[in-house]
């Protein structure tokens, strides 16, 4: 009983906090995988497969493209921040605007990115932290 309770409180909490969200979908595991070729072809020159940066351009580039395992992001990281840099570049630097991929496209993209950032990501980009974690 009290199960069940717990679990529709959860579906309950993800509706509510996808609804605030406004435009943003929710992420999916078909998003990410979705995202997976469209990253290596369309980001991973600059940012690398795994997003740390260790793309062939990366070493050429001024600024050098964001190392998205150790750097935070300027434009913010929330799903609406990140979408929005993949939708409108970084001025002043070779991060364009992406608007030539469908928005569904941005999106997984902007999941695929948030993802390889989370300690032991499954996509295999950050290694997970020894030691205490900071409730990041
Ligand atoms: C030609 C190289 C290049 C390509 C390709 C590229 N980026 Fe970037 N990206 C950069 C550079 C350079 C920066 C850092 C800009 C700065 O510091 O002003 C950056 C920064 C970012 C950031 C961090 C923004 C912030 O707020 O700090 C994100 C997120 C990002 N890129 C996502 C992507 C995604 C997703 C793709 C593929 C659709 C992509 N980039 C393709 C060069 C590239």
């Not at 990140?82 to 991929?101: D, E, H, N, R």
Request: with cysteine; charged share 25%.
């Amino acid at each position: 009983m009290r199960e069940n309770l717990t679990k529709w409180m959860m579906v309950v909490g993800m509706l509510g906090s996808s609804l605030a969200f406004g435009a943003a979908p929710a992420p999916t595991k078909e998003m990410l995988e979705k995202a997976k070729p469209s990253f290596g072809k369309n980001c991973a020159a600059c940012h690398g497969e795994k997003g740390d940066a260790s793309g062939q351009m990366a070493a050429v580039l001024v600024p050098k493209p964001r190392n998205f395992l150790t750097e935070p992001f300027k434009k913010g990281n929330k799903p609406d921040e990140v979408f929005k840099t993949i939708s409108t570049g970084i001025p002043g630097s070779t991060m364009v605007a992406f608007t030539q991929l469908q928005e569904d496209e941005r999106w997984a993209l902007t999941y695929y990115v948030l993802e390889l950032q989370k300690p032991g990501s499954v996509l295999g980009g950050n290694k997970p932290k020894g030691g205490k974690s900071k409730g990041k």
